[in-house]
Nanobody
Framework: QLQLVESGGGLVQAGGSLRVSCAVSGRTLSTYSMGWFRQAPGKEREFVAA????????NYADSVKGRFTISRNNVAKAVYLQMNSLKPEDTAVYYC???????????????WGKGTLVTVSS
């Protein structure tokens, strides 16, 4: 059993930066791929970024490529999403997720956090 707790969300102006974090408790993090998903009001949850269990592989949604960076610290049992050049369309609740498979997709997620809200004003 894993527990995932996101933090770091908030209000930021367009063009600004924000880093959201995910603290993981429970089993060893290093055996899981980790990902970030987001859900905007009235829209379905979508994939944002993922990192493999050892951190050597990453992938990103086209909409955030070049602006967002995912990283992880298996010793600290944490995953991070650095978001730069934020746009109003990045406004969403951001969810941390784990998976036993790579690459991560929505169906393969086995644990979810409760999310942290990121609001980007224009």
């Amino acid at each position: 059993q894993l527990q995932l707790v996101e933090s770091g969300g908030g209000l930021v102006q367009a063009g600004g930066s924000l880093r959201v974090s995910c603290a993981v408790s429970g089993r060893t993090l290093s055996t899981y791929s980790m990902g970030w998903f987001r859900q905007a009001p009235g829209k379905e949850r979508e994939f944002v970024a993922a990192i493999s269990h050892g951190g050597s592989n990453t992938n990103y949604a086209d909409s955030v490529k070049g602006r967002f960076t995912i990283s992880r610290n298996n010793v600290a049992k944490a995953v991070y999403l650095q978001m730069n050049s934020l746009k109003p369309e990045d406004t969403a609740v951001y969810y941390c997720a784990t998976s036993r498979v790579w690459p991560i997709n929505y169906v393969g997620v086995n644990y979810w956090g409760k999310g942290t809200l990121v609001t980007v004003s224009s």
